[in-house]
């Protein structure tokens, strides 16, 4: 953080580069079948998108440039993000494009949620088991699990599904959970 400040680098900017690393890890699933060593590419820039969307808001308040545009220009490039992000893994032939898509669909619920509360006058919700971070935690842990098994025997089946598709299976369960104790919580506060 302190070489952006001294640098002058906007927060903006680092909210678009996390564009550039979520477009660059979709890039990198959807080779994978190909090349599986870009699954572990992939994961390191959803890593990278996770730190620089963290690092955006510090950078803001520290430099004094946090505001409400900053805020919509601090997630909108979540959303966009995330779609890049499961639309890589959907044609990565690794997985049903249905399930990932599915997870696009409702990762962008489960941010709406969250910010639905702010916007009726109640605090932001953050909660629930596949938030933003935890999201990306299984779907990279998904990624490079799949990685290993290439390396192996070459055959990512479990049953009738893939080992991604579990993964993608997990982050759908996941944010049902997380779009029902989001809206609980938001229900609870208004009443």
């Known amino acids: 953080m302190k070489l952006c400040l001294r640098f002058r680098i906007h927060p903006d900017a680092i909210s678009y580069g996390s564009i550039v690393a979520a477009m660059g890890a979709g890039i990198c699933f959807w080779l994978s079948l190909r090349h599986p ?4 590419v992939g994961t390191a820039l959803c890593v990278l998108r996770l730190w620089l969307n963290m690092l955006d808001g ?20 979540d959303r966009i993000s995330d ?10 032939e690794l997985c049903n494009p249905f399930l990932a898509y599915w997870a696009a669909i409702l990762a962008l619920i489960t941010a709406y949620v969250g910010m639905l509360g702010q916007a009726v006058g109640v605090k932001r919700q953050f909660i629930g088991t596949m938030s933003k971070p935890w999201r ?3 779907l990279c842990t998904g ?6 098994i290439l390396q192996t025997n070459h055959t990512t089946r479990f049953g009738p599904i893939t080992l991604l598709d579990w993964t993608l299976v997990i982050i759908l369960i996941g944010c049902v959970e997380t779009i029902a104790r989001r809206l609980m919580r938001i229900f609870r506060s208004l009443a």
């Open 143 to 148: 990624a490079v699990a799949t990685f290993a």
């Open 83 to 92: 779609v890049l992000i499961f639309a890589g893994i959907a044609h990565s």
């Open 136 to 138: 990306m935690v299984a």
């Open 37 to 40: 060593w870009l699954l572990l």
């Open 58 to 77: 510090m950078v803001a308040i520290a430099s004094g440039k946090a505001s409400a545009r900053g805020e919509i220009l601090n997630d909108l490039p």
